[in-house]
C-alpha cells in the first residue's frame, strides 16, 4: 500500500514552477484586478495558453515541437487584446462589465485551453495519469487566479482591521509594525491582540512588502501584494498533498480525482487570498507530515532534519501546528521500537544510530517552534498556551446552547440558510460546530444575498455534505478492510491519528471558546490530505465495481464543478468589483 520510491526532490520543480507563475502574475499584475487593462488581460492569458500548448505538444510529439508550440500564444494574445478592446471604452475605464469580460476570459478560457489539451492526448493516445495529474494541478491554480486578482484584499480575511486603520492588534497591524520598526514587537503579547503569533509568517510578508516598494516604487502602499506569498503558500500544500497521496500508492483515476479534491476545495481558495498566517503554517504542516511518512519509510539523517526544519518553521508560525508531533512521534516511535527487533539494513538503521538522529531533530526543532513563546514566557509570563480570546462584544456568544445542541442539533433556521450566521441575535444563529464547519469549509463566514448566490450555495452546501459522507464512509471502510486483511501500516494510522486529534482538538476548542467563529474549518484542514487518501485507497480497493467507480468519480466531479460554478461567476464578484471600482 506504500509507496517504494518518494523523493523530496521531486517537489521542487513543480514548486518552483508554479512560484515562477504566481511572480509572473504579481509583477504584471500587482495582485490586484484593479491594475488589469485589456493588454495584460491579453497577455496573462496568452502566457497561460502558451506554456500549456507546450506541455501538450512536448508530450504529443518532442520538446523541440512543445517550443515551436509556444508561438501559438501570440495570436491568441492578439485576439484576445482586440476582442477585450472592442468591449472597453477608450480610456480603459473598470466597470463590472469590463471586470466580467476579463473574468470571464481568464477563468473560462484557461478552462478551455485545459479541456482542449487533455483532449488532444486523449487522441494521441498519450494520456497518461501524469498528464490528468497536470491538468487538475493546471485547473486549480486557474480558480485561484481568478480569486486572487478579483478579490479585494478585505473579503475572506480573518482579523485584519484594513490596513492603515491605525494600530488594533491585527494580523495586518502586525506585518505593517515590523515592516515599519524592522523589529519584533515589544511588550506584553496579551495586550497587542493578534501579535501573539509566532512571527515567521510575519517577517516573510513584511520583507516581501518592502521588496515590492524597491521593485515597484509606483505601488507604494499597494497592499494587495500580500497576497503573493499566499498564493505561493496555497500551491505548496496542494503539492505535499499530492505527495502524502502518492505515498500511499495511488495510481490512475483514484490518485486524480482524490487530487481533485483536495485541490479544487474552496479552502485551497481562501489560503491563497488571505494574508494571516494559515497558508504558510499549513504548507509547512503538510511538510511535516509527508517527511515524516518518508523517514519511516527510510530513516535518513538528511530527511529528518528536513522534518525538524518544516515541524520548527511550522510552529515558528503558527504554535497549534505542534499537534503534527503526534502523528509523527508515533511514526518515531514505532520505528525506534521496530528497530530494536530488527537488524540493521536499508530501511531500519541501529537504535543507538535512531537515537542521535531523535537528538538532532530535537535540537534544531525545539529551538525554532518555541524561542517565540519561551521569550514571552520569561519576559511576561505569558502562557505558552495563551490564545487571543473575543469579548462578548462581538455578539458571538453561543455558550447559552446545550452540548447536545452544539454537537448533534442544529436549528432549522441554520439548516435553510446555506452561509454562516455569526450574530447570536439573528434567528438561525449557527451553534452547531459540525454545520458551522461544513458552512466555513465551503463559504469561509461570507454571506451573500443574490438569489443565484442562494440557490447555488445550496447545491455546493449538499454536494460538501455528501463528500464528508463519502470520505467518512472510505475512512471506516479502507480501516476495516486493513485490519482484517493484516495490511494496516504505520503510515496510515498515522493519518488516522492526524484526524483524530484534529478534531478531538476542534471540539475542546469549540467547547472552549463558544463564539461562532471558532467553529471555522479553517482549524482542520489539515484533514484534507488525509480525507484524500481514505477516499482514494477505498477506490483504488474496489474498482473493478462499476457502482463504486461511478459514484466516487460523480460526486468529486459534480462537487468540483459545484466550486467553479460558485467561484467562476458573475454574481459572485459583483460586491467585490463595486468596491474596486469605488477605490
Given amino acids: 500500500m506504500v509507496a517504494k520510491k518518494t523523493d523530496i526532490s521531486s517537489i521542487g520543480p513543480s514548486f518552483l514552477l508554479m512560484t515562477a507563475g504566481v511572480l509572473f502574475i504579481y509583477c504584471l499584475t500587482g495582485m490586484t484586478a484593479a491594475r488589469l487593462n485589456s493588454v495584460k488581460c491579453a497577455v496573462l492569458f496568452g502566457v497561460f495558453v502558451s506554456f500549456i500548448a507546450f506541455y501538450t505538444v512536448s508530450r504529443i510529439k518532442s520538446i523541440k515541437a512543445g517550443l515551436a508550440a509556444i508561438l501559438t500564444g501570440v495570436p491568441v494574445g492578439f485576439v484576445s487584446a482586440f476582442a477585450l478592446e472592442r468591449n472597453f471604452d477608450a480610456v480603459q475605464r473598470m466597470t463590472i462589465e469590463c471586470f466580467g469580460i476579463m473574468m470571464t476570459l481568464l477563468l473560462f478560457g484557461g478552462l478551455i485551453t485545459l479541456i482542449l489539451s487533455g483532449i488532444s492526448l486523449a487522441a494521441s493516445k498519450k494520456f497518461k495519469t501524469e498528464d490528468a495529474v497536470f491538468l487538475v494541478l493546471s485547473a486549480g491554480f486557474v480558480l485561484r487566479t481568478i480569486m486572487v486578482l478579483f478579490t479585494p484584499l478585505n473579503f475572506y480575511q480573518h482579523d485584519v ?29 496579551r495586550d497587542l491582540g493578534q501579535l501573539y503569533h509566532p512571527p515567521l509568517h510575519y517577517i516573510l510578508s513584511a520583507v516581501f512588502f518592502k521588496i515590492n516598494q524597491v521593485i515597484f516604487p509606483g505601488r507604494s502602499g499597494v497592499i494587495d501584494s500580500l497576497k503573493t506569498l499566499p498564493f505561493i503558500w496555497s500551491c505548496g500544500f496542494v503539492l505535499f498533498s499530492l505527495k502524502i497521496l502518492r505515498f500511499f500508492n495511488l495510481k490512475g483515476t483514484p490518485l486524480v480525482i482524490s487530487l481533485a479534491f483536495v485541490c479544487f476545495h474552496p479552502q485551497m481558495v481562501f489560503l ?7 497558508a504558510l503554517a499549513l504548507m509547512l504542516f503538510a511538510a511535516s507530515v509527508y517527511l515524516g511518512l518518508k523517514w519511516f519509510e527510510k530513516p535518513e539523517l538528511t530527511t529528518i532534519l528536513f522534518a525538524a526544519l518544516a515541524i520548527g518553521c511550522a510552529m515558528m508560525t503558527k504554535l497549534s501546528m505542534g499537534f503534527v508531533a503526534f502523528p509523527v512521534g508515533f511514526l518515531f516511535l514505532v520505528k525506534f521500537i521496530g528497530s530494536l527487533k530488527k537488524a540493521p539494513g536499508k530501511e531500519c538503521i541501529p537504535p543507538g544510530e535512531m537515537i542521535k538522529q531523535f537528538v538532532l531533530f530535537g535540537v534544531l526543532a525545539v529551538p525554532l517552534g518555541l524561542w517565540y513563546p519561551l521569550r514571552n514566557y520569561i519576559e511576561h509570563g505569558t502562557p ?4 487571543f480570546t473575543i469579548d462578548s462584544t462581538s455578539g458571538q456568544d453561543i455558550w447559552m446552547y446545550s452540548a447536545w445542541q452544539r454537537l448533534f442539533a442544529p436549528s432549522a433556521e441554520s439548516i435553510r440558510m446555506p452561509f454562516l450566521t455569526m450574530k447570536s441575535s439573528e434567528p438561525g444563529v449557527d451553534y452547531n460546530m459540525f454545520l458551522a464547519m461544513l458552512k466555513t469549509s465551503v463559504f469561509d463566514e461570507r454571506r451573500f444575498e443574490s438569489q443565484y448566490l442562494l440557490t447555488a450555495g445550496r447545491v455546493l452546501l449538499i454536494l460538501a455534505f455528501v463528500m464528508v459522507l463519502i470520505c467518512t464512509a472510505c475512512a471506516v471502510y479502507i480501516t476495516v478492510r486493513l485490519i482484517r486483511q493484516k495490511r494496516m501500516t504505520a503510515g496510515f494510522i498515522s493519518l488516522l491519528i492526524l484526524c483524530a486529534v484534529l478534531i478531538a482538538c476542534f471540539v475542546n476548542f469549540c467547547f472552549g471558546y463558544p463564539v461562532v467563529c471558532t467553529e471555522s474549518f479553517r482549524y482542520i484542514v489539515p484533514v484534507l490530505p488525509a480525507a484524500g487518501v481514505f477516499l482514494g485507497l477505498t477506490a483504488q480497493e474496489l474498482w473493478k465495481k462499476l457502482s463504486v467507480k461511478i459514484v466516487l468519480i460523480a460526486a468529486v466531479t459534480a462537487f468540483s464543478c459545484a466550486v467553479f460554478m460558485f467561484y467562476g461567476v458573475y454574481e459572485e464578484f459583483r460586491p467585490c468589483w463595486e468596491l474596486l471600482i469605488r477605490h
Avoid: C, K, R, W
Fill in 384 to 387: 505558552f498556551t495563551y490564545v
Fill in 161 to 189: 482591521s484594513g490596513f492603515g486603520a491605525g494600530f488594533q492588534g491585527f494580523h495586518d497591524d502586525y506585518i505593517m509594525y515590523i515592516y515599519e520598526n524592522g523589529a519584533l514587537p515589544d511588550g506584553d503579547v
Fill in 272 to 278: 491563497a487570498i488571505q494574508v494571516n498566517n494559515d
